[in-house]
């Protein structure tokens, strides 16, 4: 394979066309195919044999985002016996943070043995050429070329550091527009054109709940709301270990505000397995301990806001940290308390408080 410049470092005629697909990368944007585009442009640069995308994080072992041109048992053997070892992921842990990196001249600290004497010799490349794109806080993603007949050259690596800021750029404005995204389409009960007009926060959590990125909506909301909207964020986390990727989001609304919680899949480049917290403004209500009539303990009260959410008995539980027993007992001292009989008769006669 060749690239569009050769070895030399001569300029050719050509390289408008190498532009132009940069530019035709940038259209890409916020799209999921970008980063494997933006791969294909790096791969027009530098000669090689075949190509890798593997995303970074806090927590959780490297994850093969793409491949072009691996051979299945180098990626199964990655994937299962050596990404442990991967010596760009003690690059990266140990905070040595730098746009470009080889594999052959990385510290011997980084490499280990059985990375370079193993999984490199079975699966015969020579080296490894990485462009290293920061997303969140510790996480990253590489995008890899591999050679198996000579290590890369001064020249070639020099070629991908002249490059790495541009794209670089790119790939920021692609997890900005990500996250514009997330919060648009937030599964809040309001109209696209109310979100617009007001904003949305957005969180993300890495999968130990630890905070990497907050965008100034949600900011805001928590400078304006304080401890209550910790307290609902709080209550919210609490069942995030039920979650599943795809599923159904758990909601709650609250006074002045409506937070939402998504799980995030393993494949997640910004945070694998992670978490995504999105925010909208709501409408004003009154508190359920506020209400006319009804006083409830806390306890109760985050039962009642879990039953509004149509969640079952085994949810709550899980949620609130309590048995199914105790949600129960809780149920019927709220039944008593209300004067109904079924979960129906309770949940309309909240309702017909919160109108009242």
């Known amino acids: 394979m060749t690239g569009i410049i050769p070895p030399d470092g001569r300029t050719p005629p050509f390289m408008e066309q190498w532009l132009a697909e940069l530019g035709h990368v940038a259209g890409h944007i916020g799209r999921a195919d970008f980063h494997t585009r933006l791969l294909s442009v790096f791969s027009r640069l530098i000669p090689h044999q075949s190509s890798w995308i593997i995303a970074y994080a806090p927590g959780v072992l490297p994850h093969v985002l793409h491949t072009e041109d691996v051979e299945s048992a180098a990626f199964s053997d990655y994937s299962n016996h050596f ?16 746009p470009v990196a080889s594999l052959s001249t990385l510290d011997k600290t980084v490499k280990p043995y059985e990375y370079t004497s193993i999984f490199q010799k079975n699966c015969g490349f020579s080296d490894e050429l990485a462009i290293i794109l920061p997303i969140l806080s510790n996480t990253c993603i590489m995008l890899f070329l591999q050679r198996t007949d000579k290590p890369f050259t001064q020249k070639e690596i020099n070629r991908a550091r002249l490059v790495q800021p541009v794209f670089y750029g790119l790939h920021q404005s692609h997890i900005n527009q990500t996250f514009q995204a997330w919060s648009r389409t ?16 957005a969180l993300v959590l890495d999968r130990h709940r630890n905070h990497l990125h907050s965008n100034a909506p949600w900011r805001a909301a928590e400078a304006q709301h304080g401890a209550p909207f910790r307290r609902a964020l709080h209550r919210l986390l609490r069942g995030a270990e039920s ?82 027993g105790t949600v129960k007992n809780h ?14 008769g309770l949940l309309s006669r909240l ?6």
């Open 186 to 201: 937030a599964p809040h009960a309001r109209t696209q054109a109310a979100r617009r007009a007001e904003g949305e926060g």
């Open 243 to 324: 979650l599943m990727p795809g599923h159904t989001p758990t909601v709650l609304e609250e006074n002045g505000f409506t937070l939402s919680l998504t799980a995030l899949p393993e494949d997640c480049p910004l945070a694998p397995g992670g978490y995504l917290l999105t925010l909208a403004p709501g409408t004003t209500q009154a508190p359920l301990s506020a209400l006319p009539g009804l006083h409830v303990t806390r306890r109760e009260q985050d039962l009642l806001e879990l039953l509004l959410q149509g969640r079952n008995t085994g949810e709550i539980a899980q949620t609130l940290g309590i048995s199914k």
């Open 331 to 344: 149920r019927q001292r709220l039944y008593r308390k209300v004067g109904v009989t079924t979960e129906r």
């Open 83 to 98: 990404r442990t070892f991967d010596p760009f992921w003690h690059l990266w842990r140990s905070q040595a943070r730098q």
């Open 351 to 356: 309702q017909a408080l919160r109108q009242q």
